[in-house]
């Protein structure tokens, strides 16, 4: 995908999710510098999105996610995991190198 195209989808896709958002909690545990993991809940499918939306917005990093393989089986999470190098895991593999990647 084209880095220009990509940005756009990128800047359209956080900014949409970043008007949905009501109210953040617990964003003061997050360090004001170096990386960081942040590990949701999975309340919904939109976690990722809120949280990389939220990261974006107020601390203006790209997150990395990782995601599982299987969701690259339609078009929807191609076009998402391409859009935003979200990294694959295969859940029943016990590879390391996805983990290395994104760090």
Known sequence: MNK????F???TIINS?????NEVKGEYN???SGGYIVASNHASH???FTIGSVI??????IVNNLG?????DNIFGRFIYNTFD????????KSKKPIYKAL
Not at 4 to 7: E, V
Not at 68 to 72: F, G, V, W
Request: proline share 8%.
């Open 86 to 93: 979200v990294i694959p895991i295969e859940r029943s593999s």
């Open 56 to 61: 974006f917005k107020r601390r203006g990093k």
């Open 46 to 48: 939109i976690d990722p």
């Open 30 to 32: 997050l360090p004001k």
């Open 4 to 7: 220009i195209i990509k940005s």
């Open 9 to 11: 989808f990128q800047k």
């Open 68 to 72: 599982k393989k299987e969701s690259l």
């Open 17 to 21: 999710v970043f008007l949905l958002i």
